[in-house]
């Protein structure tokens, strides 16, 4: 198969930029994974939360390199790809990331970014440019037995939990709790750190591959390592209390210890993916632990409605953003070169402006995202002081 040269500094400029653009929307849409549990059950501040989070996540960047690997040589055949089907990938999943955002599902970042790769691949360079073997075994196997891992671990863990300390009195178990809580959402945070910046570090050295910059057998340049860390804890801590609100009321009402069953099992499992090169979906995994966690109670108290809602949200995410990414390529051959990359950058920056604009009509922010859960990730009713509880609320007008 040829190489297929397409390479000038600026569009390198352009996908490099999209890329850690990606980064900053993977930080703030995964935030809820590590710090949902611990900001509902008050074992930390909501600011607090997010901000500990990001630090880990920077940290957690720098622990291992084997996702990266993965995310460059396994999916798609470098040979067949350019820099613009890179961009038009980057674009896909940024817009899926965006749609789910807002509706306050909490789908797989990982999945969106690497169907949005697959289907700007399939569109300019035909099945050839796709290594199936490495969908099926990096991508679609974990993605089914992680989640199921997630839950089974999660839901013994939570029983054994609520068994040792069945005589213990209230005033003791709850701030021991509480305390084990901030350290397993550490725990977490570094382990989404792991995982996830890796794969902004793979795209980003993909694209150095294709320009010539680096030679395919070269390491990780030091400078994307620390972009791409730097920028996705910037974007946990900026928040995405939308998900975080899903997540942590939604799916079930978390108690102290169900909390620390569900976030100690969810770390690790991802842990042990990194160090395996899987590039495993921290989505999948924490909202897997979190219904075991609500399985492994004495009365089980699980939405199975929201979860339904969630796991077609899951099916729908590689096809989805495959087909935006599909669309975005076509849409920059359109005008051809870098001016296409240019223009289709420049609408993805107008949508996510109006996405931003019009769900901050309806906020979601630290000071109601412990609001009661009524069905839906945007609340009705508004906490006064996000740091004491739901002391009292009101419903605004319609």
């Known amino acids: 198969m040829r190489h297929i040269v397409e390479a000038t500094p600026l569009l390198l400029f352009i996908v490099v930029?999209?890329?850690?653009?990606?980064?900053?929307?993977?930080?703030?849409?995964?935030?809820?994974?590590?710090?949902?549990?611990?900001?509902?059950?008050?074992?930390?501040?909501?600011?607090?939360?997010?901000?500990?989070?990001?630090?880990?996540?920077?940290?957690?960047?720098?622990?291992?390199?084997?996702?990266?690997?993965?995310?460059?040589?396994?999916?798609?055949d470098v040979r067949a790809i350019t820099l613009t089907v890179l961009f038009a990938g980057l674009v896909g999943?940024?817009?899926?990331?965006?749609?789910?955002?807002?509706?306050?599902?909490?789908?797989?970042?990982?999945?969106?970014?690497i169907g949005g790769v697959v289907g700007a691949a399939f569109l300019a360079a035909g099945t050839s440019a796709i290594k199936g073997p490495g969908i099926v075994s990096n991508v679609l196997v974990p993605a089914l037995l992680s989640p199921l891992a997630a839950v089974l671990v999660a839901a013994v863990g939570?029983?054994?939990?609520?068994?040792?300390?069945?005589?213990?009195?209230?005033?003791?178990?709850?701030?021991?709790?509480?305390?084990?809580?901030?350290?397993?959402?550490?725990?977490?945070?570094?382990?989404?750190?792991?995982?996830?910046?890796?794969?902004t570090m793979g795209i980003i050295t993909l694209a150095l591959i294709i320009n010539g910059t680096i030679d395919r057998n070269a390491t990780t340049p030091v400078w994307v390592i620390v972009s791409s860390a730097t920028v996705i804890a910037l974007g946990t801590y900026?928040?995405?209390?939308?998900?975080?609100?899903?997540?942590?009321?939604?799916?079930?009402?978390?108690?102290?210890?169900?909390?620390?069953?569900?976030?100690?099992?969810?770390?690790?499992?991802?842990?042990?993916?990194?160090y395996s090169g899987f590039p495993l979906s921290t989505t999948h995994v924490c909202c897997g632990a979190i219904v075991g966690s609500g399985l492994g109670r004495r009365v089980v108290e699980v939405r199975w409605g929201l979860a339904a809602r969630i796991l077609m949200t899951w099916l729908a995410t590689l096809p989805a953003a495959a087909l935006l990414?599909?669309?975005?390529?076509?849409?920059?051959?359109?005008?051809?070169?870098?001016?296409?990359?240019a223009v289709v950058f420049l609408v993805l920056l107008v949508f996510a402006l109006a996405i931003y604009v019009t769900a901050d009509l309806r906020p979601v922010n630290a000071s109601n995202v412990k609001a009661e859960w009524t069905g839906r990730p945007v609340p009705v009713t508004y906490l006064r002081d996000p740091g004491r509880g739901p002391e009292s609320a009101e419903e605004p007008a319609p």
């Open 17 to 76: 930029g999209t890329a850690l653009a990606f980064d900053f929307t993977n930080g703030f849409h995964d935030t809820a994974n590590a710090v949902a549990t611990s900001i509902v059950t008050g074992a930390l501040r909501p600011h607090t939360a997010v901000a500990l989070s990001a630090i880990l996540n920077f940290l957690g960047a720098f622990l291992s390199l084997e996702v990266v690997a993965t995310i460059a040589q396994g999916i798609v």
């Open 325 to 341: 990414g599909a669309a975005a390529w076509q849409g920059s051959q359109i005008i051809g070169g870098v001016a296409g990359a």
């Open 93 to 113: 999943g940024m817009v899926w990331n965006l749609v789910t955002w807002y509706f306050g599902i909490p789908s797989s970042s990982s999945h969106a970014l």
């Open 238 to 274: 900026a928040g995405g209390w939308r998900i975080i609100r899903t997540v942590g009321k939604g799916l079930t009402e978390i108690e102290s210890p169900q909390g620390f069953a569900a976030e100690g099992s969810a770390a690790a499992l991802i842990l042990a993916a990194s």
């Open 158 to 199: 939570t029983h054994l939990v609520y068994a040792i300390i069945r005589n213990v009195p209230a005033r003791i178990r709850g701030p021991g709790f509480r305390i084990g809580q901030i350290g397993s959402a550490s725990l977490v945070s570094l382990a989404h750190g792991t995982n996830d910046a890796q794969k």
